[in-house]
């Protein structure tokens, strides 16, 4: 299998080489030919072979231009100087070098092949540089992204797994001294901490729905509004108890998106302000749009987030701090994944305080 692949390796290569060296050659002789015909047609209508020279000049720095290296300009100077002596100027269809200026048209054409080419080269192993660069770049984007997933996948699962098994253990050491009460409390909290498990596990599988990092998502015109009411469905099954005032605008919104990744998007940031905002007032869901981009917005009036947490909320990394509305588990994975899903989107996520709580909010492009 070793010695397969490294012969398969071999003749891609070397297919590559044939066709570049195929297409340079294919261009070389295309646009000396173009530029022939057109010599020829200039000629017949003026008589005038001083002009003819331009036509190649042209030809020539469109080949330095689209071709490998030196060669094929040097080459094509070479022609354009023998088709301008042989076809153009009297004697004609016969070679007369001696004739004055000959020397100076070759050596200027010459210049102009070999400083385009020059230029061309250049500017391709710049072009090379930079790709490489931003491929660098990317990479560092996964890695980071990567590591900030597994950190916070390590915090924010500890915590339930621990509660689970505590709780677990309790009922199961415990349970001829406990009361009915007692029993449906720790049963309580183990089902609480499964069906956030449950949701993490969600959160996860939406992850593995963008290939190549952040590269690719599966995306199709779909309805705003039915992206948010499909949402609002699920987050209820959940947290039937959730107070929201959602708001949309009377105008059909149709923009290109994973469905299922928005509403995964828009579920997170609902549970998160149901959780942690620790306010009884309803939550608003809104969204408004301009010409070019739609806004998803999820406002609570709770107790907010502390300023040095905001610039670090979706980095995933876990927070020590017990003031704010983000002091538990859950608003680690979740942010970070959403965060993920609306820069796949070509989008940004965003979050800011205001004067009763926090906002966050997402912009999508509409094409």
Avoid at 31 to 39: E, G, K, V
Avoid at 116 to 128: E, G, I, K, L, P
Avoid at 244 to 256: H, Q
Wanted: glycine share 4%; with cysteine.
């Amino acid at each position: 299998m070793t010695v397969y692949h490294k012969f398969f390796s071999e003749d891609t290569r070397l297919y590559k080489i044939y066709k570049e060296k195929f297409t340079d050659v294919s261009v070389t002789l295309l646009l000396l030919l173009l530029a022939t015909l057109l010599s020829f047609i200039y000629w017949r209508i003026s008589q005038n072979a001083a002009n003819i020279a331009l036509l190649y000049v042209i030809a020539l720095v469109l080949i330095a231009r689209k071709t490998e290296g030196y060669f094929w300009g040097i080459f094509a100077s070479l022609v354009g100087v023998i088709c301008i002596n042989y076809l153009f100027t009297y004697p004609y269809y016969s070679l007369n070098f001696t004739l004055t200026g000959y020397p100076i048209t070759f050596l200027g054409m010459l210049a102009v092949a070999l400083t385009t080419s020059a230029v061309t080269n250049n500017m391709r192993n710049q072009m090379q540089m930079l790709a490489d660069r931003e491929k660098l770049l990317v990479e560092a984007e996964k890695e980071k992204m990567r590591a900030n997933l597994l950190r916070a996948i390590s915090h924010d699962l500890r915590t339930p797994l621990t509660s689970i098994i505590g709780a677990s253990a309790s009922y199961i050491t415990n349970e001829e001294v406990l009361n009915e009460e007692q029993k449906k409390e720790l049963v309580s909290h183990i089902y609480e901490d499964s069906n956030w498990l449950l949701n993490m596990v969600e959160n996860l599988l939406s992850v593995t729905r963008i290939q190549d990092g952040v590269a690719n998502v599966n995306k199709s015109y779909e309805s705003v509004e039915e992206v948010i009411s499909e949402a609002i469905i699920r987050l209820k099954k959940r947290l039937p108890d959730t107070q929201l005032s959602v708001r949309v605008p009377d105008e059909l919104i149709m923009i290109p998106m994973d469905a299922i990744l928005i509403e995964q998007v828009l579920i997170n940031l609902l549970e998160n302000a149901a959780l942690h905002s620790r306010s009884e007032l309803p939550i608003e869901c809104y969204v408004d749009e301009t010409a070019d981009f739609v806004t998803f917005h999820v406002r609570d009036y709770g107790i907010g987030i502390s300023p040095e947490r905001l610039s670090t909320i979706f980095s995933g990394t876990a927070y020590t701090g017990n003031s704010s509305a983000d002091s538990s588990r859950g608003m680690g994975i979740g942010l970070t994944i959403c965060k993920t899903i609306i820069t796949a989107h070509k989008g940004k996520l965003r979050v800011k305080s205001h004067d009763a709580g926090t906002e966050f909010y997402f912009i999508l492009p509409k094409a």
